[in-house]
T-cell receptor, first 110, second 115 residues
């Protein structure tokens, strides 16, 4: 069964304290893995797409990486404005179905 | 470009009332989706459309209907609202003609309360 598990569920960091969010997946024929950011009361905002193991993408303080079993979202020297829920989503190449993780809620304190 | 827009932003219904949520996108995307998001449940797919004039059921379609008469619009209808349909509804679109990329772009959401 296709499944996406994100950990931790919640993460509290001090401003400047780097860390990583994990997304473990089992998907039949991965077509793509997506990271989104969701602020309270708003729709998910697209961050990255990763297509194959070994691929990396960067945007400001965020860096996403992909292996055959998991993806990491590394946050370097986070700022309070990075506080949000980060969603990991996979697309099955066999079914085209999207599988959503439950999200990691990040809080960065000044 | 406005991206994906949704109307209304908020709505309160009484049990048994009907309403239609409108989603519009200006990115020439082929695919459009309706999700609901509930605390502790994550995003769940209600219905989706792979092109103008076509619709399909998602994970939680009961109690909802959809229509895609124009490529840029996707309507979600509740014929007889129930308290269990209290939720935040998100529309999304993806697949420019000839895709990839496959990522979805989401609207700002509609917060619906059924009393």
């Amino acid at each position: 069964e296709d499944q996406v598990t994100q950990s931790p569920e919640a993460l509290r960091l001090q401003e400047g304290e780097s860390s990583s969010l994990n997304c473990s997946y089992t998907v039949s024929g991965l077509r793509g893995l997506f990271w989104y950011r969701q602020d309270p009361g708003k729709g998910p905002e697209f961050l990255f797409t990763l297509y194959s193991a070994g691929e990396e993408k960067e945007k400001e303080r965020l860096k996403a990486t992909l292996t055959k079993k998991e993806s990491f979202l590394h946050i370097t020297a986070p700022k309070p404005e990075d506080s949000a829920t980060y969603l990991c989503v996979t697309m099955s190449g066999n079914t085209g179905k999207l599988i959503f993780g439950q999200g990691t809620t990040l809080q960065v304190k000044p | 470009n406005a991206g994906v827009t949704q109307t209304p932003k908020f709505r309160v219904l009484k049990t048994g009332q009907s309403m239609t949520l409108l989603c519009a996108q200006d990115m020439n995307h082929e695919y459009m989706y309706w999700y609901r998001q509930d605390p502790g449940m994550g995003l769940r797919l209600i219905h989706y459309s792979v092109g103008e004039g076509t619709t399909a059921k998602g994970e939680v379609p009961d109690g909802y209907n959809v229509s895609r008469l124009k490529k840029q619009n996707f309507l979600l209808g509740l014929e007889s609202a129930a308290p269990s349909q209290t939720s935040v509804y998100f529309c999304a679109s993806s697949y420019p003609a000839g895709g990839p990329p496959y990522e979805q772009y989401f609207g700002p959401g509609t917060r619906l309360t059924v009393t």
